[in-house]
C-alpha cells in the first residue's frame, strides 16, 4: 500500500498519473508532484519490501529535482522486477474534490502500465472525494492511495 499527499500552488502544471491535467493550480513537489504515481511506486516497493520512494529518490537530491514521476515508477519498477517479482495488478485511487478524472482514466491506467511495461487491464485508476472535509475537500491539496499485488 502506498499513499501520497501534496499541496495545490499556482504557477505548476497539475500531472496525476502521468496526464497533465488542464487546471489552474498543480501540485507542489521534488519531482512533478504526481501523487497517483508516487502512492503506486510506494506501494510496489512496499510489497517486495523495498522501503519506499523516499529512500530509492530522496527529496533532498538534486538529481530527481523536476523528474517526471513516470520516470521514476519505471525506475522503481525495473529494481521490483529485479528482485524477481511481477505486477500482478494495482489498484490507484484520487483523493480530491477536482479534478473530475473519469475522462482521462483509460489514459492514466495506460501511461502508468506503460511506464512499468504491463497490461493497462493491471492497473486501475479511480477517484473519490471527502465531501468537503479535510485539506483536499478545501482543495489545498491532493492525495492518493495505491494498493499493489505482486507474485
Same mark, same amino acid.
Given at each position: !500500500?502506498?499513499?501520497?499527499?501534496? /499541496?495545490?500552488?499556482?504557477?505548476? $502544471? ?10 489552474? +493550480?498543480? #501540485? ?21 519490501? !523495498? ?5 530509492? =529518490? $530522496? ?10 514521476? *513516470?520516470? #521514476?515508477?519505471?525506475?522503481?519498477? /525495473? &529494481?521490483?522486477?529485479?528482485?524477481? =517479482? /511481477? #505486477? ?10 477536482? $479534478?473530475?478524472?473519469?475522462?482521462? +482514466?483509460?489514459? !492514466? +491506467? %495506460?501511461?502508468?502500465? &506503460? %511506464? !512499468?511495461?504491463?497490461? $493497462?487491464?493491471?492497473?486501475?485508476? +479511480? ?7 479535510? =485539506? ?5 491539496? #491532493?492525495?492518493?492511495?495505491?494498493? /499493489? *499485488?505482486?507474485?
Amino acid at each position: !500500500m502506498g499513499v501520497d499527499a501534496h /499541496a495545490l500552488v499556482e504557477g505548476v $502544471p497539475l500531472v496525476l498519473g502521468g496526464v497533465e491535467v488542464d487546471a489552474a +493550480r498543480g #501540485l507542489a513537489g521534488h519531482s512533478d508532484g504526481d501523487v497517483i504515481s508516487h502512492a503506486l511506486i510506494d506501494a510496489i516497493l512496499g510489497a517486495a519490501g !523495498m522501503g519506499d520512494i523516499g529512500s530509492l =529518490f $530522496p527529496s533532498g537530491a538534486a538529481e530527481w529535482a523536476g523528474a517526471r514521476s *513516470l520516470d #521514476l515508477l519505471a525506475r522503481a519498477y /525495473a &529494481q521490483v522486477r529485479e528482485a524477481g =517479482f /511481477a #505486477l500482478e495488478n494495482a489498484d490507484c485511487v484520487l483523493v480530491g474534490e477536482e $479534478p473530475r478524472i473519469a475522462p482521462l +482514466r483509460e489514459e !492514466m +491506467r %495506460a501511461k502508468l502500465a &506503460q %511506464a !512499468m511495461g504491463v497490461e $493497462p487491464e493491471r492497473v486501475n485508476v +479511480r477517484a473519490t472525494t471527502t465531501d468537503k472535509l479535510g =485539506f483536499t475537500g478545501r482543495g489545498e491539496g #491532493l492525495a492518493a492511495v495505491a494498493v /499493489a *499485488l505482486l507474485e
